[in-house]
């Protein structure tokens, strides 16, 4: 199963870089959780410093402003995070759960890597706030957001005007605050193209 969460990594100059990532997981419930398969693109900085350190820390969080802005980088203001212990990495502050990861073997195609990592260490730090299809729908759109020099633009704007029903009906503020960046964001795109 995919698992949408964040990850942190270090870049040469020592400060973390966030994003989002999907992970392949079995089981995220499970605590005996033993291994996570990340697939970031060779030409991405996350797999520059996962191929460089060979560490990094995976996150599930219900914050999906954090989400959004990390998916399209427009982090103005980086997050708070503090050091973990197992390796040298970044700990989100906000996140719900978090997985220290170290680097077992790096595999895949051109344009993908598959890297399959081992938890060395994991923590709790809050509970999740629970399912909400607005949370989701901002996840979807912080997806397509990523898309727009692939996918085109009227059906990214199809798909959002889908997804804003979500975030009207069963959004609080912060999902709308969020569905509200990621509006402007795709604006900003369409209209630069």
Known sequence: ???????TTT??????HVTP???IVEDPAHDSLERIFLRPYRSSTTFDNLNRLGEAVFHVTDDVM???????????VPPEVKRANAINGWILHGACRWYALRVWQIGGGSDRAVIETNVVDRGWQRDFAGFNRAKYAVVEG???????????HEEIRAEYERL????QKTGGPQEHAAWAFLERYLQEQIASS
């Open 1 to 7: 199963m995919i698992l949408e969460g964040i990850i």
């Open 11 to 16: 870049n040469p100059d020592g400060q973390p």
């Open 21 to 23: 990532m999907g992970a």
């Open 66 to 76: 954090l989400l959004a802005r990390a998916a399209v980088s427009r982090l103005e």
């Open 142 to 152: 912080a997806i397509l957001a990523t898309r727009t020099k692939y996918l085109p």
């Open 164 to 167: 804003a029903v979500l975030v």
